[in-house]
């Protein structure tokens, strides 16, 4: 069987090449850094002192990772700086099993990346002055001279001198802080090697808040954060103690550092760096009250709080295992909204996880999620490393039940801590901890790209009495890509049993007594696969108001709607009065809206009142398929007066895709606010990009001006991309500002501007797709513009035109689907 529907990319870049670790020939033993950072003339002034000993051959010889650095001597012993190294040269050379120490004075002044000074700027004025560095996956390089690759660990201490009145933060514990002069020196020692990617530095006007000691150890915790925002790092990291403790009860290990803190800064590249004790978050995680009704921090907090076991103290060997960092820590996030919320929010991030890495390997491609096989290591931090490698782990909770599982994590935990690990140590513990060899699981759902997309079809027969499962696999399937093997639980009422799948067309017959009112697949939700259900409406129905578990209710609803029959109807009509999880009416509502038809108009209008504010916002999106007057109406009134940000926004987004001759007005008001992260104005350039109405173009424009926030000028280059979709005589001026937003000083404005760039599909935007490809130093930035060029080489060839008379025929086959039930709705009258 094959499906032919779905042409992936190749992950691998033109260029790509398998990736292993360097050669070593002595390991480093401990860095002491002494820093002072100048950050008005953003530069930094250095000591690297750096511990080595020999391992079995006498080492004359040693090159460091040192870029931009301007290093004026080494200490005991000779040196030359050249592409991105530095050489040191020892006279005598170092006898095996003998240590080393020499220092490099250096300094760098407006480094390309690694260290970052943030300050006021014409168009930023009252942006405070600060310094951080953020080091994944090899930019360490670029502000201290080391061995630059995750296996290379050591003990390390940090001296950061900065003006009296400032705050400065490293590894580890805080063992002085002393005043001298004008001047404040903040010493850290960090006693637990780590990986150079782990280290930190950060220096500004930050504020302290104590949140007491936490754990079996009492380990003290602490956050910062810039004058003013205290209360909202309360409600950003006011959990962390409860989390330590409780990872520490899971993980069957305690917190392994001597501190903990959390410091949040301003124009951060990622959402949160776990370096060694001292976690960097990015301050849009700080929000206010009205944002906490539905926003909530716990998610990074948690995820970053997790790799201080999983990629601190136990660290992938090289990046190619990087999911045993990645992965786990967002399998963590899930744990702590089992520990916080209970099970029905574990399960449903399970099921978002799997929705993110499905959308990636649908629409981008598909690879194992162990590959040494990439231009850059960035190019492997994405959804299969995260999102998978977290679902995989569900899978294997499930494999081996949750007393094995957390048995087979301690002794994963135990036996590796402070080690660099490969994926098949982590094999290993879980054969030690429960004598379960799963080298054929691992091979097929880590080291195997892809994943089933299953269709289960259940039918009764009432003479043999029997049921019989019908689970059909419809990814291709061919001597390369053989039909997944895997053990599953299926459940007819309150029997469960457990069944194996070897095939692509498996027939599974199970005697009876009566016929079952409800048939249930995977009742735990712990299979990695795209299952769609067939049950029939009754069983679907069935499923829907009685299934425990909240991914087999999604998966019932869906089916219900792609039915939309009376029974369908009524069925999901009442989940949306008695459904006690919000996730599943989120799933429900987008499903239903995408019919379009108009009794699912009439639950969404309904669902606006929900007490939950996620529900309402995926009621307010969902009818964004809806134009004409009565879904503009209920999104007007739900955009202006609901208290939730994100609601507003989502209604505010829809509404334009109504188009209704009242939504212009809205949007181009709401467009002018200044809520939270932008969260509100983002919506209301999303539907104003909607309209398809040249009037929009003004505000879009003026949203991109660089006075205005990040998260704007984010919103403002994907809507403008969106707009040219729709308004073919707009391509051009879009096509300029793109290309100026390209280079935007903020990370994430021009990795939005790339993805805009490969919407639009213009050819005049290849050069800079090119140079960005080939010269950035980023490399997520050159992994994405690489495939925006590639996207707008390959589809350039075909006219906007045709791609917009696509757009039109499908409307119009959706307008007849509408027409239609119009039409049985007035037969059945």
């Not at 003339?41 to 931009?68: F, K, Q, Y």
């Not at 240590?99 to 990346?113: E, G, I, N, Q």
């Not at 805080?174 to 637990?192: A, G, M, N, S």
């Not at 810039?226 to 305690?254: C, N, Q, V, Y």
Request: charged letters at 25%.
């Amino acid at each position: 069987m094959r499906d032919e529907s779905n042409e992936h990319q190749a992950f691998a870049l033109p260029g790509t090449r398998p990736r292993y670790g360097p050669d070593k020939i002595a390991t480093v033993e401990h860095i002491d850094l002494h820093l002072t950072p100048d950050l008005a003339d953003e530069s930094l002034e250095g000591v690297c002192t750096i511990t080595v000993r020999a391992l079995d051959e006498p080492v004359s010889h040693l090159t460091l990772n040192a870029v931009d650095l301007e290093v004026s001597h080494v200490e005991d012993a000779a040196f030359a700086s050249r592409d991105g190294a530095l050489e040191i040269e020892f006279d005598p050379a170092v006898a095996p099993g003998e240590s080393k120490t020499f220092a490099v004075h250096y300094r760098v002044r407006k480094p390309r990346h690694g260290l970052f000074f943030v300050k006021p700027v014409p168009a930023h004025p009252q942006r405070p002055v600060h310094a951080w560095t953020q080091c994944q996956d090899e930019y360490a390089r670029y502000w201290f001279p080391c061995l630059d690759y995750p296996a290379e660990k050591q003990t390390t201490s940090t001296t950061i001198v900065v003006p009296k009145g400032m705050f400065a933060l490293g590894n580890g514990l805080l063992v002085e802080r002393k005043d001298e002069d004008e001047k404040t020196i903040f010493r850290y020692r960090q006693d637990v090697a780590h990986s150079s990617y782990l280290m930190t530095m950060v220096a500004g006007p930050f504020i302290e808040v104590a949140q007491g000691k936490a754990g079996s150890n009492g380990v003290p915790v602490f956050y910062y954060v810039l004058p003013g925002r205290e209360s909202d790092g309360e409600r950003a990291f006011g959990k962390t103690p409860a989390m330590i403790e409780r990872f520490e009860e899971r993980l069957g290990m305690p917190y392994p550092y001597a501190r903990y803190s959390q410091i949040a800064v301003s124009d951060f590249i990622f959402g949160g760096m776990e370096n060694t004790s001292a976690t960097t978050q990015t301050d849009r995680t700080l929000h206010d009250s009205t944002a906490h009704l539905d926003f909530s921090s716990d998610p990074l907090v948690s995820h970053e709080l997790a790799h201080q076991w999983f990629g601190d103290l136990l660290t992938c060997r090289d990046w190619s295992h990087a999911w045993l960092n990645e992965g786990f820590a967002t399998f963590m996030e899930a744990v702590w909204k089992e520990i916080d919320l209970g099970q029905d929010e574990y399960r449903y991030e399970i099921f978002e996880n799997f929705a993110a890495y499905l959308k990636e390997d649908v629409e981008r491609y598909s690879r194992p999620i162990v590959c040494n096989t990439y231009l850059a290591p960035s190019d492997i931090f994405d959804r299969h490393l995260y999102q998978k490698g977290a679902v995989v782990l569900h899978m294997l909770r499930g494999e081996l039940g949750d007393a094995r599982f957390w048995r087979a994590i301690a002794r994963y935990v135990r036996d590796n801590a402070q080690r660099s690990v490969e994926t098949i140590d982590f094999v290993r513990a879980i054969e030690n901890a429960t004598g379960r060899n799963l080298r054929g699981f691992f091979a097929q759902w880590v080291f195997r790209e892809g994943h089933p997309r299953l269709e289960v079809r259940a039918d009764w027969d009432p003479k043999r009495k029997v049921v019989t499962l019908t689970i059909d696999q419809k990814q291709t399937i061919d001597t390369v890509h053989p039909a997944y093997q895997f053990d599953v639980e299926v459940g007819f009422d309150d029997r469960l049993i457990r069944v194996r799948v070897e095939r692509g067309h498996e027939t599974i017959t199970v005697p009876v007594e009566s016929e079952p009112q409800l048939v249930r697949f995977d009742p735990g939700g712990f299979l990695l696969a795209d299952v769609t259900y067939a049950l029939g409406v009754d069983f679907a129905a069935a499923a829907l108001q009685r299934e425990p578990n909240v991914v087999a209710r999604i998966r019932a609803g869906r089916e219900l709607a792609r039915d939309g029959g009376r029974e369908a109807r009524d069925a999901i009509e009442a989940a949306f009065a008695r459904e006690p999880f919000w996730g599943v009416l989120v799933e429900l509502a987008a499903a239903i809206g995408a019919t379009r038809a108009p009794w699912a108009q009439t639950i969404l209008v309904g669902a606006l009142a929900h007490s939950h504010p996620k529900v309402v916002r995926a009621a307010a999106a969902a009818l964004g398929n809806f134009r004409d007057g009565r879904a503009a109406s209920a999104l007007i009134a739900t955009a202006q007066r609901h208290e939730s940000y994100f609601v507003r926004a989502s209604a505010l987004t829809a509404l334009g895709k109504t188009r209704d001759e009242r939504a212009y007005e809205v949007l181009a008001a709401a467009a002018q606010e200044r809520s939270w992260n932008n969260t509100v104005e983002a919506g209301a350039l999303h539907g104003l990009a909607e309209l398809a109405d040249a009037r929009a173009m003004a505000p879009l424009f003026e949203a991109t001006d660089p006075t205005n926030g990040e998260a704007l000028r984010r919103a403002a280059v994907t809507a403008l991309a969106r707009v040219a979709a729709l308004v073919e005589e707009e391509r051009g001026r879009v096509a300029d500002a793109v290309e100026r937003l390209i280079d935007d000083d903020a990370l994430l404005v021009a990795l939005a501007a790339i993805s805009a760039a490969e919407s639009l599909g213009d050819a005049r935007l290849l050069p800079a797709l090119d140079r960005l490809g080939a010269e950035a130093v980023d490399g997520r930035l050159r992994r994405h513009a690489a495939e925006a060029a590639m996207h707008v080489r390959k589809n350039s060839k075909v006219p906007t035109q045709v791609k917009l008379l696509r757009d039109d025929i499908d409307e119009l086959r959706e307008e007849q689907h509408r027409l239609q039930e119009k039409i049985e709705a007035l037969a059945r009258a």
